[in-house]
């Protein structure tokens, strides 16, 4: 497919029918804020909930990853190719920022001791959502990611600095410490 | 992207899995946020390659005076400098020497023929 070239009148008139690929070229030639508001609109409710899985449910780092993320793939737009989708490259870009700032925050935990649970619910059962919250982060950004985001284990490898076996020996171990809280939830209802 | 793995979820598992996070969304002021980032970081707006920023004109135009004014100086001191070779040469002639020499060396009466030994000599 040819690039697609804009001139200033077609700028004027972008509007939200306008194509990923469209709106990508306005930005990188024109710097066009309202191209921008456009793809913001269309791509960042998903990759703040990309965000705010991984970074534990905080919404305020959940909007300041997405920030990140925004400032980041702007600058590089030349690296996205237009057949590739540009919301599953946006939140790869988010889900990069938000392992980031996890291991910032915190040890990175992946080795076979460490704790599944971050903190003791006070409750009998939870919910899935609150399960996977309550995972250490390192669990939980491997869940998150293989089974919400759709990586694979190669790519979740090399997004964490681990290999594909290590990610799936954590997947396998997030999947039951999930399943152990959601248990009792599971019983109640067969009662 | 998703690959098959051990230990899979149920289909009800399948379905709460991908609603988690799903109800949350960003606070409006985030886009605004974003932008002006985006802005400072001149990644947005004004200053774009379609449109010449004000600053760049005056720094256009400050370079063009600078450029004019050296050359003014260099040419003033060009002809200041062969004004005076011009006043020098003068005064060195004015008694006579090697530029009367030339010019008597010149004259007609001390030319060789144009055809010397059947040579032509041009001039140019």
């Given at each position: 497919m040819p690039p697609v070239r804009l001139n200033v009148r077609m700028i004027d008139a972008i509007d939200a029918s306008a194509t990923d690929e469209t709106l990508v070229s306005a930005i990188r030639r024109h710097r066009s804020e309202a191209a921008f508001a456009l793809l913001y609109d269309r791509h960042t409710p998903r990759g703040f909930q990309t965000a705010w899985r991984i970074v534990g449910g905080n919404p305020h780092e959940a909007e300041d990853v997405v920030q990140e993320a925004w400032l980041r793939a702007v600058a590089s737009l030349d690296r996205w190719s237009g057949e590739s989708d540009f919301g599953a490259w946006f939140r790869g870009i988010a889900a990069h920022v938000a392992i980031d700032v996890v291991r910032r925050q915190v040890r990175f935990v992946l080795d076979a001791d460490a704790d599944l649970v971050c903190e003791e619910s006070p409750v009998e059962w939870m919910d899935m959502e609150a399960a996977i919250l309550s995972l250490a982060p390192g669990y939980r950004a491997v869940l998150v990611l293989h089974d919400i985001e759709g990586f694979t284990h190669e790519e979740i490898g090399a997004r964490l600095g681990i290999t594909p076996g290590t990610s799936k020996g954590q997947l396998f171990k997030a999947r039951r410490a999930v399943r152990a809280r959601l248990a009792p939830r599971m019983e109640r209802r067969l009662l | 992207m998703t690959e098959q793995s051990f230990d899979e979820?149920?289909?009800?598992?399948?379905?709460?899995?991908?609603?988690?996070?799903?109800?949350?969304?960003p606070r409006a002021e985030l886009r605004d946020r974003t932008t002006d980032a985006l802005r400072e970081r001149g990644l947005l707006g004004a200053g774009g390659s379609g449109r010449m920023p004000g600053r760049f004109f005056f720094a256009l135009a400050a370079a063009a005076v600078v450029v004019f004014t050296a050359g003014l100086l260099?040419?003033?001191?060009?002809?200041?400098?062969?004004?005076?070779?011009?006043?020098?040469?003068?005064?060195?002639?004015?008694?006579?020497?090697?530029?009367?020499?030339?010019?008597?060396?010149?004259?007609?009466?001390?030319?060789?023929?144009?055809?010397?030994?059947?040579?032509?000599?041009?001039?140019?």
């Open positions: - | 979820w149920s289909s009800e598992e399948r379905e709460r899995l991908a609603e988690v996070g799903q109800h949350r969304s260099a040419g003033y001191g060009v002809g200041l400098r062969h004004q005076t070779e011009i006043r020098r040469d003068s005064v060195t002639t004015a008694g006579g020497g090697p530029a009367r020499e030339v010019a008597r060396l010149d004259s007609p009466a001390t030319q060789a023929p144009a055809s010397v030994g059947g040579r032509h000599v041009i001039w140019f």
